[in-house]
Every structure is written in C-alpha cells, then in structure tokens.
C-alpha cells in the first residue's frame, strides 16, 4: 500500500457454492499459520472460531448512498463454552436482523438471535451476538447479518463531478487497515483469512470491480457475481463501481479506467505488466491469484494505492509522472506475495508486508532495469523494515540466495499470516551456519533491538547503484546550501534533463532547509520556476511547499491555481497544512471557499480540521490515515499502525 504523502511508494439465497475443488484442496495442503496473536486493533473473538467463508449480497443505491447487504459466515466453533460471537462493526452500520443456521443432530435448524452493539475505539464498535446452546464446538454453523451501510470510513461516494468524466456517480470501498468493519461486520484481523463470495446490484450502465478471482455478470438479472478462490483477510476485500471500461495490456492483465482516462492509462502500461510479474516469478515463485489487474480511481481516492489482490486500485494522478507510476505499481506487484499471500498477523507487524514488498520491488527493478531509481528515497514507515530486511539478506552473503529464501517462505506460509518470529524462525533455519553463529544476537544488530529499539534503522543499506543519479543532486544541493552562491556553476547544471528522481531528490532537501535566505530563494524561482511549473503534479508539489514555507509572494498566485485544479488529498493537504502553519493561512481559506464543492466531503473535513488546528500551533495535525512518520521521529518496527 502506499500512502498519500509517500512519493513513492513504493499503500436471499446463496448462489455459490461453499468451497471449490480449489478451496477445499488448498484446506487440505496449506500448512496451519502459528497460534493466534492478539490483535489490539479488534475487539472480536476471532480465536474462538474458524472462519471457513463469507458471502456478501450487496444492493448498492446511489442516491440514498446507501448499501442493502446480507452477509453469510460459515464458521465452526473452536471451544466449547462459546456462548457469543464477537465480530468487529461500526456504528455506521444498521444491524436489522442476526439469524443462524445448522444442522444438529441430523435436524435444519434455525433460530433468530439477540445482538447488541458495544462501544470499542473512534474507528470501530463490538457486534455482540448471541449464540444458541445447540451450536457445539466443531460443529459447522452460519450467521446471516441483515444490514445497511450509511456514511462509514470504508465506503466512499463520489458525485459525477468528482470524477474525471464528470458522467455518472461512483463508489469505491477502502479496506486498510481497519476500515471494512464499516463495510461489513467481520473479524477487522489479518490474523484471520477466508475464501469470500459477493453478488452485487447496481444501476444500468454502471461497471462493478471486486478483488477477486472470477466475476461474471448475469445480464438477464442485472447482477455480478464474484468469488475469490484464495483466502485473504478482511482489509483486502474490496468493490468499485462507476463508469469503468477496459483494455487488455498482457496475458493476464487489464487496465480499467473511465474512458476519458483510459487512452493514457493503456499507453503507461501495455506490455510492462506482463515484464515485471514475470521478473517477480523469477525471483519468488508463480503469481498465485490468477489475473492482475489495475483500476485507475478518481483523484478523492485517499492514498497513492492499494495493493487489492488480482484488482491493485491506483490513483488517476499518478498518471501524470511515468517514473512514480513504474514504482507504485511494481510495488503493488510485489505485495502479491509480500502482503497478499503472506499476511502480517498484527498491524505492529505491518513491517513484515511493506519491509518484504519493498525489498521484493527494489528486487524487481534492479532485475528489469538494472538500476533502481528508487534508492534515491527515504520512507521512514517502509525504509526501516527494508533496511531490516537487506541487513537479513547481507547475512546470508548473496543476493540470489536470499531470493531462494524469499521463494520457499512464500511457499511455506502462503495464504496464512505471520509474526516476526516466523520469519526470523524460518530465516535461521533455511540458513543453519547462521544459527550457529548467533547472528540473531550479534552486539549492536541483534534482532530483538531490530523490531523493538526506536529510531533509526540500526544499519543503512548501500545506495551505491544510484549514485550516478545521486552525485548530481548532491552537487547542486551544495552549490545552493552554500554561503556565496556560484551563480556559474549552478546554471552549468540542467535538471530539465533529469529524472522526476532526482528533481524531486532535490526539492524534498531544500524543502527540509526551508526558510531559506530571502536572496536564495529569488535565485532558486528565478532559475527553475517556469521550468518546474511544467513538470508533473510530484515535483509542482513540492515546489509550491517550497514556495509557501519561504512566503515567496510573487509565486504564490502558483499555489493558488494549483489548489483550484487539483482536487486529490495528496497534493491539497500537504500544501493547506503549509499554509496554515505559516502567516497565509487567509489566502488558505479564500482558496478552501472558492473550491470545496469540488472536493470530497472527506476532503473537506480533513481541511477544515487543519484549519482548527492552526488556531493552536502546538496541535499536532493530521490530515490522512497513513500519513508516514518523519525519519527522526522514534518509533519502532513494531509500531501499531491502524487507520480507519
């Protein structure tokens, strides 16, 4: 996944049969994942029971934005004093009815049941439900949850205008981390994993798109159908519906877009797909989900993208910078095996998904490209498990033998969800002479200090295959960052020649510098500003902060249209928190005024919510969920990252 601020990423009756041939043989072989953890972002008592599938019948109205849903658990109790069901909801959510279904003692049974709804956290509430006395330990039951949705963190709703196309209304849900349970009721855990089918109804002339591995449509009914094949946790379900076609751009990929988009989106990635999944077989066994598709989502959806498996969702925006979008989704790629098959258990190990995937993307460029522009970055939130992670892979002395490991850990765990010590249990033992010489307690490095010691990475993996990018920047940078700037030598340096990498390297460094001296900052816009202005929205952005942080009034009118033409969290948020920090905060709210009907009502809140905070410097604001952590701030690897 790959979060709004982070450049790049590199985040009625049943009709489907319970189990494929698939499904049950997968039961059968796949081996039982570790004993359940505790999960303190869930209130449910998911250790008490197997979830065996979940059915979802979804009517979706977009004029009362609103979804009618049945939701079917097959389950089998676990213990036998289990006298309730706990499933993580939200108060959002109107629970109509709970009923459950078993065959005991060779009788159909049925019966209503009592619920009640439990306060929990901000993001979330208990679904307290009663079970009869006839349901025994390892006995097979269902649970149906009559329901409907209404305004929750999962579920967004888009006007025609918030689209690109600007045609017809659409909607899309959004999972991480812990915001299904305002979709559907449900052990909200990555601990817990199951097949999952779906039967959604929507207007005509409106496209349904779900993370799974068959979809078909009943034209004569008007409903898609859909079925994943594969168990996955809850946060990775997912549905968008709007005006969406598509084009083929591989073997096993399609690109989907509204159609005004779709042009482009089709010439971004045509035959690269099919490159960089094979490179990722190469290094870490076959692609397991069948098909991998990508949907390009209007500029509202809140983060950069969301690795869904088989349906990664991408924002529009990225569109506009080849270089970020090649990452993004290589990225998303990569989390097919690190994140998707082999899940974190907890959200304090969420470093076990995004550390892997970023190391597997780095993997997949060097194999594709050779270089890896992305080593020019320095994410805190994904930096410091990569690091762990290469410090792991400098261990075993080669690169392709820690391929080889990644290989069978995939193979061993897919399609359960680890902890640390799974990893680092099946590390020492797929690598023997390691164990015997004690490298998991080497003084300074030792692996309990890697997961749990604040600060920065213990060890800083070596960027030496980028520093023929590098080395320019940190050229110019010095001629800027020097007390008599050498008007000669700075002009010498073209960066309309260079990578967005490297525009942007340079930027981010002197935004961290910023204010400037009032002389540098009149050469820095004299000398780049027109050319920056024509670039992409990632290097704009950071221009414009720039801009805004040294209150360079002759640019400001930049910022100002900047605002009125984008609509999307990543670009307005970073550049209104600026604003608000500084002595510009009217020409913030001038600008809010003139544009919020073209924002999203989420959007808006979170604007506004930075304008109450600026009244008060020391508050510390927030505008988006996955916001990454400075590279000072001191959090550990294990650091609960929840979001809703």
């Given at each position: 996944?790959a979060?709004?601020?982070?450049?790049?990423?590199?985040?009625?009756?049943?009709?489907?049969?319970?189990?494929?041939?698939?499904?049950?043989?997968?039961?059968?072989?796949?081996?039982?994942?570790?004993?359940?953890?505790?999960?303190?972002?869930?209130?449910?008592?998911?250790?008490?029971?197997?979830?065996?599938?979940?059915?979802?019948?979804?009517?979706?109205?977009?004029?009362?934005?609103?979804?009618?849903?049945?939701?079917?658990?097959?389950?089998?109790?676990?213990?036998?004093?289990?006298?309730?069901?706990?499933?993580?909801?939200?108060?959002?959510?109107?629970?109509?009815?709970?009923?459950?279904?078993?065959?005991?003692n060779?009788?159909?049974?049925?019966?209503?049941?009592?619920?009640?709804?439990?306060?929990?956290?901000?993001?979330?509430s208990?679904?307290?439900?009663?079970?009869?006395?006839a349901?025994?330990?390892?006995?097979?039951?269902?649970?149906?949850?009559?329901?409907?949705?209404?305004?929750g963190?999962?579920i967004?709703?888009?006007?025609?205008?918030?689209?690109?196309?600007?045609?017809?209304?659409?909607?899309?849900?959004?999972?991480?981390?812990?915001?299904?349970?305002?979709?559907?009721p449900?052990?909200?855990?990555?601990?817990?994993k199951?097949?999952?089918?779906?039967?959604?109804?929507?207007?005509?002339?409106?496209?349904?798109?779900?993370?799974?591995?068959?979809?078909?449509?009943?034209?004569?009914?008007?409903?898609?159908?859909?079925?994943?094949?594969?168990?996955?946790?809850?946060y990775?379900?997912?549905?968008?519906?709007?005006?969406?076609?598509?084009?083929?751009?591989?073997?096993?990929?399609?690109?989907?877009?509204?159609?005004?988009?779709?042009?482009m989106?089709?010439?971004?990635?045509?035959?690269?797909?099919?490159?960089?999944?094979?490179?990722?077989?190469?290094?870490?066994?076959?692609?397991m989900?069948e098909?991998?598709?990508?949907?390009?989502?209007?500029?509202?959806?809140?983060?950069?993208?969301?690795?869904?498996?088989?349906?990664?969702?991408?924002?529009?925006?990225?569109?506009?910078?080849?270089e970020?979008?090649?990452?993004?989704v290589?990225?998303?790629?990569?989390?097919?095996?690190?994140?998707?098959?082999?899940?974190?258990a907890?959200?304090?190990?969420?470093?076990?998904?995004?550390?892997?995937a970023?190391y597997a993307?780095?993997?997949?460029?060097?194999?594709?490209?050779?270089?890896?522009?992305?080593?020019?970055?320095?994410?805190?939130?994904?930096?410091?498990?990569?690091?762990?992670?290469?410090?792991?892979?400098?261990?075993?002395?080669?690169?392709?033998c820690?391929?080889?490991?990644?290989r069978?850990?995939?193979?061993?765990?897919?399609?359960?969800?680890v902890?640390?010590?799974d990893?680092l249990?099946?590390?020492?033992?797929?690598?023997?002479?390691?164990?015997?010489?004690?490298?998991?307690?080497?003084?300074?490095?030792e692996?309990?200090?890697?997961?749990?010691?604040?600060?920065?990475?213990?060890?800083?993996?070596?960027?030496?295959?980028g520093s023929?990018?590098?080395?320019?920047?940190?050229?110019?940078?010095?001629?800027?960052?020097?007390?008599?700037?050498?008007?000669?030598?700075?002009t010498?340096?073209?960066?309309?020649?260079?990578?967005?990498?490297?525009?942007?390297?340079l930027?981010?460094?002197?935004?961290?510098?910023?204010?400037?001296?009032?002389?540098?900052?009149?050469?820095l816009?004299?000398s780049?500003?027109?050319?920056?202005?024509?670039m992409?929205?990632?290097i704009?952005?950071?221009?414009?902060q720039?801009?805004?942080?040294?209150?360079?009034?002759?640019?400001?009118?930049?910022?100002r249209?900047?605002?009125?033409?984008?609509?999307?969290?990543?670009?307005?948020?970073?550049?209104?928190?600026d604003?608000?920090?500084?002595?510009?905060?009217?020409?913030?709210?001038?600008?809010?005024?003139?544009?919020?009907n073209?924002?999203?009502?989420?959007?808006?809140?979170a604007?506004?919510?930075?304008?109450?905070?600026?009244?008060?410097?020391?508050?510390?604001?927030?505008?988006?969920?996955d916001?990454?952590?400075?590279?000072?701030?001191?959090?550990?690897?294990?650091?609960?990252?929840?979001?809703?």
């Open positions: 996944m979060a709004a601020f982070e450049r790049p990423t590199f985040c009625c009756c049943r009709k489907v049969v319970p189990g494929s041939s698939k499904s049950e043989e997968r039961s059968r072989s796949r081996p039982r994942g570790p004993p359940c953890p505790v999960d303190i972002a869930s209130s449910s008592n998911f250790q008490h029971f197997e979830l065996r599938h979940l059915h979802l019948e979804l009517e979706v109205n977009f004029v009362r934005r609103q979804i009618e849903a049945v939701e079917v658990l097959d389950l089998v109790s676990l213990e036998p004093a289990t006298r309730s069901l706990v499933l993580d909801s939200h108060q959002s959510l109107l629970i109509r009815s709970v009923s459950a279904k078993c065959s005991c060779s009788a159909h049974n049925s019966w209503p049941l009592s619920h009640r709804l439990e306060p929990f956290t901000d993001y979330g208990s679904l307290v439900i009663t079970l009869p006395a349901i025994k330990a390892h006995t097979n039951f269902q649970i149906i949850i009559k329901y409907t949705t209404a305004d963190p999962a967004w709703w888009l006007d025609p205008e918030l689209t690109s196309g600007n045609s017809k209304p659409f909607l899309f849900t959004h999972g991480h981390s812990v915001c299904n349970r305002s979709f559907f449900c052990f909200d855990t990555p601990a817990v199951s097949t999952y089918s779906a039967t959604v109804m929507v207007p005509p002339g409106i496209k349904v798109l779900m993370s799974a591995t068959q979809s078909r449509f009943d034209e004569q009914e008007n409903i898609y159908r859909f079925q994943m094949e594969y168990p996955v946790p809850a990775l379900l997912a549905l968008v519906a709007g005006d969406l076609i598509s084009a083929d751009i591989g073997p096993r990929s399609r690109v989907w877009a509204e159609p005004c988009l779709l042009k989106a089709t010439a971004k990635l045509n035959g690269t797909v099919e490159q960089w999944l094979s490179a990722a077989e190469n290094l870490f066994g076959p692609y989900w098909r991998y598709d990508v949907v390009f989502l209007p500029p509202s959806f809140p983060i950069v993208a969301m690795e869904n498996p088989c349906l990664t969702f991408i924002i529009s925006c990225i569109l506009e910078s080849d970020f979008l090649i990452i993004d290589i990225h998303e790629i990569a989390h097919s095996w690190f994140g998707n098959a082999v899940t974190n907890t959200w304090e190990e969420m470093w076990l998904s995004e550390g892997l970023t993307q780095r993997r997949i460029t060097t194999e594709t490209y050779g270089v890896n522009p992305s080593s020019l970055m320095n994410l805190f939130t994904y930096e410091k498990g990569f690091c762990f992670v290469y410090y792991l892979s400098q261990l075993c002395g080669d690169t392709k820690f391929d080889s490991f990644l069978a850990y995939v193979e061993k765990f897919k399609f359960t969800s902890v640390a010590g990893l249990e099946f590390f020492l033992g797929f690598f023997p002479e390691l164990r015997v010489k004690c490298v998991d307690n080497k003084k300074g490095l692996f309990e200090r890697w997961l749990n010691a604040s600060g920065p990475p213990l060890l800083e993996p070596d960027l030496s295959q023929s990018l590098i080395k320019p920047v940190e050229t110019l940078y010095q001629l800027w960052s020097s007390e008599t700037l050498d008007g000669n030598h700075i010498d340096i073209d960066i309309s020649k260079w990578k967005t990498f490297q525009i942007v390297h930027l981010d460094k002197l935004l961290d510098r910023s204010p400037l001296p009032p002389e540098v900052m009149m050469k816009s004299k780049y500003s027109a050319l920056l202005n024509s992409n929205a990632e704009r952005i950071r221009w414009l720039i801009v805004v942080r040294n209150n360079y009034l002759p640019d400001f009118y930049k910022v249209r900047f605002l009125e033409n984008h609509t999307s969290r990543m670009y307005t948020g970073p550049l209104y928190e604003l608000c920090a500084g002595t510009m905060k009217a020409i913030a709210m001038e600008t809010f005024y003139l544009t919020q073209r924002l999203h009502v989420n959007l808006r809140r604007i506004q919510q930075i304008f109450a905070h600026s009244a008060n410097p020391a508050a510390v604001m927030t505008l988006l969920e916001k990454p952590s400075d590279t000072t701030n001191p959090i550990s690897l294990r650091n609960v990252n929840v979001s809703a």
